[in-house]
């Protein structure tokens, strides 16, 4: 089994600790020790496309998760042409895919190919901004888009309520497609799609991420972040919805993202571009 | 006595909160409604100029407080000249001051110019942005600065520490000027000094804004936010430096900011103009 994420946002909105939370492991360095100097981001958008992958166990099965992390996407003074290196990767994966399928045994073919698209949304409380709009609006139609609401432990419960009705408000206007989880009414048993129909009404998804286990105050030991005032849980359902992001992306609907992106948005690629 | 402060920073990091935790009123309204369209912020850098007075009263003494506060900095896709109304605005300022002493009696002047600019670091825990050292390049020599990190309870008090060394940093690198609260070893009594001592080292202030009463664990009432996980109180100072900057600008270097700007700030700004 394998699964290709892709993350994308701006710096320090938890990112790489996401990825390692998701992996349970130090995967990719947290970089507190300052990016590259102000000069070189200044003018010119530089987004760099950097890939780590590692085995973690679902359910007693091992799963292959590769994550691609976007770095410095969104950080320049002029981002007008942040999407595009982004959009370059993505179709660069269905070319790939494309040539191999003309030549080999398809049944041999490695799927490199996107599945599934995270985008970090700064949790400033008000809305989407200009930037998050432009990039969602290149994306949407070439890969399963996840928005998230990046660091949410930065809102109080009323305050993420109310921007996601926003952010969803914004995502209808603006004709944005994002991946709805499938509800198989007729095959599901009624607890499924319970599970279901609660996933798909916490999205976008408020997370935290953490790989730091510290002390709550009824003495748990927990992954979560320690403040003077208190102690915020990443695996806690009360305090954030990380567990319902993993739900989505690991155990329940991975199957989906990749037939997804293999019978549509690949499929839609292919065509578009032997039309051309 | 009056004070003129400009506030400055990304949409979303707690600007007008802030403003009207100083104030202790609800002066500016807290947009959680979305702001402009994104169509309207896409291509052009759409700074606007808002600016609110109101009266608090600091020791016994009356204070007119008068905030600008500059919506649309950094909020475009292409910010290259956010910072430019923003210098407009000080050197306008600066003008008519100019004009006025010409012509008035000098003892009936009323001081427009802004005595201190807060600039609004995100917290993002990694150091300063692109666009963060070309502003405060752009105005470190025509205001007094004050660059605090804005919601700091989004960090926990090791992050803090260390994104405050790297933020020192950059500025030292950058050879930005940022207002240090001056320290009189002759003039001033022992205690005086070592609170003095105690605020510099706790700058680039972390801060927490909030006009809402909340219930601590403990059953105070309090200032704050309330988490799930905790109630962060914005008057304890084991909890963020509002009150340490509250305690700058109202009640311990008001003068000395009024002072600065109007020797030196200004008096630059005059000389170089009339050199020209
Ligand atoms: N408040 C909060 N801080 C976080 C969270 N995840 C990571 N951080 C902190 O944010 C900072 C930047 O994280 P990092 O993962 O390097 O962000 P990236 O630049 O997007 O890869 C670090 O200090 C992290 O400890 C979160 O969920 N909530
Ligand atoms: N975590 C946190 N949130 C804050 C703080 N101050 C304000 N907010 C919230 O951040 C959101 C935006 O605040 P606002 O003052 O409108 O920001 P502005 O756009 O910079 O003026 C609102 O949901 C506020 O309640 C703070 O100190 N910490």
């Known amino acids: 089994f394998n699964l290709n994420l892709m993350v994308v946002g701006q710096s320090g909105l938890g990112k790489s600790t996401l990825i390692n939370t998701l992996f349970n492991k130090e995967l990719y360095p947290i970089e507190n020790d300052g990016l590259e100097t102000a000069e070189q981001l200044e003018e010119v958008s530089e987004v ?13 099965v091992k799963l292959h998760l590769t ?11 002029n981002n007008i042409d942040a999407w595009k290196p982004i959009v370059e990767e993505i179709e660069n994966r269905f070319n790939i895919f494309l040539e191999a399928e003309t030549r080999i045994n398809r049944t041999t073919i490695v799927d490199n190919r996107i599945h599934a698209l995270l985008y970090f949304i700064e949790p400033t409380g008000h809305s989407l901004t200009a930037l998050d ?30 921007f ?15 991946f709805e989880p499938p509800q198989y009414e007729d095959l599901d048993d009624e607890e499924s799609l319970q599970i279901t129909k609660e ?4 999205i976008p998804f408020a997370i935290v ?28 359902d009360d305090h954030c919805d990380f567990i319902k992001l993993r739900q989505l992306l690991i155990r329940d609907f991975m199957e989906d993202l990749k037939e997804h992106t293999a019978k549509v948005l690949y499929e839609n690629y292919r065509t578009e571009k032997l039309l051309k």
């Open 133 to 162: 709009i432009q990039f969602l609006k290149r994306v949407h139609e070439k890969v399963n888009l996840i928005p998230v609401i990046a660091k949410s432990d930065t809102l109080t419960e009323e305050e993420i309520y109310g």
């Open 199 to 202: 996933m798909i009404s916490k």
């Open 209 to 236: 991420g953490s790989t730091q286990k510290v002390q709550t105050a009824d003495g748990r030991t927990v992954r979560g972040r320690s403040y003077p005032w208190g102690v915020i849980e990443v695996d806690n």
């Open 164 to 178: 996601k009705q926003r952010i969803l408000e914004d995502i209808r206007n603006q004709h944005i497609k994002i």
């Open 67 to 77: 994550v691609v992390d976007t770095p410095g996407f969104g950080d320049c003074i």
């Open 48 to 60: 760099t496309i950097e890939t780590a992958s590692s085995d973690i166990v679902e359910n007693g």
